[in-house]
């Protein structure tokens, strides 16, 4: 099945730097990378998602890149703020969606 | 806007209990899922339902039970409570993948401590 592995596990950054979450996965057959944000007692929320056809989206300040031959895919969060603190995971799933599996997390601390 | 509710944000029980946590979902989606979340484990799923009654193993399914009667409801259900099921639980639903529309909506989760 698939394997999703999540680096770094914790980030801190001064705000208004960047910050990197990367994520590989094992399974070539995944084709959906959504992201999720999870504020601290709330639940998960997707932030951004990218399908296997296209290699890079962005929305704002957060940015993802897909390489499918390396299978790995990254999250990019520019001008970071204190807000952004949080933990991050990925995820990858394949066209059915019922094989979804996450990365471990990455908890971002952004310092004011 | 989707809406995933659970029956309880806290939950107490004691070692030998049969626990049974509620999903509810209000979409209309076929796929159901349960996970639990642990610190530096991130989200490992249990259990997944793609149609009522229907139902698959996940990752980590040895302890619990589900049960889908109806398509809006997906119950987890520990038979035994153990002490090393103490966890956050989440659940999640999705529609079919098909487009744009694969997204997995968790609900708020349910903290169970087992004593």
């Known amino acids: 099945g698939e394997n999703v592995e999540q680096h770094p596990s914790t980030l801190s950054v001064q705000e208004g730097d960047s910050a990197v979450i990367k994520c590989t996965y094992s399974?070539?057959?995944?084709?959906?990378f959504p992201w999720y944000k999870q504020e601290l007692g709330k639940r998960p929320q997707l932030i951004i998602d990218i399908r296997s056809n296209v290699g890079e989206k962005k929305d704002q300040r957060i940015a993802v890149t897909l390489n499918k031959t390396a299978k790995h895919f990254s999250l990019h969060i520019t001008e970071t703020q204190p807000e952004d603190s949080a933990v991050y995971f990925c995820a990858a799933s394949t066209y059915n969606n019922n094989d979804m599996r996450f990365g471990a997390g990455t908890r971002l601390t952004v310092k004011p | 806007d989707v809406k995933v509710t659970q029956s309880s944000r806290y939950l107490v029980k004691r070692t030998g209990e049969k626990v049974f946590l509620e999903c509810v979902q209000d979409m209309d989606h076929e796929n159901m899922f349960w996970y639990r979340q642990d610190p530096g484990l991130g989200l490992r799923l249990i259990y997944f339902?793609?149609?009522?009654?229907?139902?698959e193993k996940g990752d980590i399914p040895e302890g619990y039970s589900v049960s889908r009667e109806k398509k809006e409801r997906f119950s987890l259900i520990l038979e035994s409570a153990s002490t090393n099921q103490t966890s956050m639980y989440l659940c999640a639903s999705s529609p079919t993948g098909q487009g744009d529309t694969d997204t997995q909506y968790f609900g708020p989760g349910t903290r169970l401590t087992v004593l």
């Open positions: 339902s793609y149609d009522v009654k229907m139902k």
């Open positions: 399974d070539s057959a995944s084709n959906y």
